[in-house]
């Protein structure tokens, strides 16, 4: 089954550790990871090479922004979309600055299929002849999302109505865009 509830509970665990604790936190990452980089400005620290690290991030942006409701072209938690979303998570957590759009977004990286998925990859989905979506991928076929009628939250792949929206998947280099 899913392990995404052991992820929020080891993220329960460490919390006070990676708000208080960020040297000594990066310090463990490093030698677990072999990958640590500090973004500048906010002074965080993540193993962007770890996959549980990058899932711990994700479900702590979910946690944080869960509920907040849909609001086409919003950035804030006073309504956001999809591409917005997608956008803040990435340049607060990884340093990176994505295009704004979903179309843009899309263009970006290197495409993998849903069998490889890992978590920070980005999945799109074609809901109209013209529209698309974009969520970024946790684990075990779950991805976070900001829906229009609920908000940011986590949804499945195997989700009938998901599944047959699914358009494609991007992986993008999380330790390329970093800032030294």
């Not at 899932?55 to 086409?72: E, F, N, P, T």
């Amino acid at each position: 089954m899913s392990q995404l509830p052991k992820v929020l509970t080891r993220l329960t665990h460490t919390k006070y550790n990676i708000k208080t604790n960020r040297v000594t936190m990066g310090a463990v990452i490093f030698l677990l990871a072999g990958c640590m980089a500090v973004l500048p400005e906010s002074g965080k620290q993540a193993a962007l090479e770890s996959d549980e690290s990058v899932k711990s991030i994700l479900v702590a942006q979910l946690r944080d922004w869960q509920g907040v409701r849909y609001q086409a072209g919003g950035l804030s938690k006073s309504g956001i979309d999809c591409s917005g979303f997608v956008y803040l998570t990435y340049r607060h957590h990884f340093n990176m600055e994505l295009p704004r759009t979903t179309r843009g977004q899309s263009k970006l990286g290197r495409k993998v299929s849903r069998k490889q998925l890992q978590p920070g990859d980005l999945v799109f989905f074609k809901t109209g002849w013209f529209d698309r979506h974009v969520g970024i991928y946790v684990e075990d076929s779950r991805f976070i999302h900001v829906s229009t009628k609920k908000g940011v939250m986590l949804s499945s792949l195997e989700d009938p109505y998901w599944s047959k929206k699914y358009w494609k998947a991007v992986r993008i280099p999380l330790s390329h865009h970093l800032s030294k």
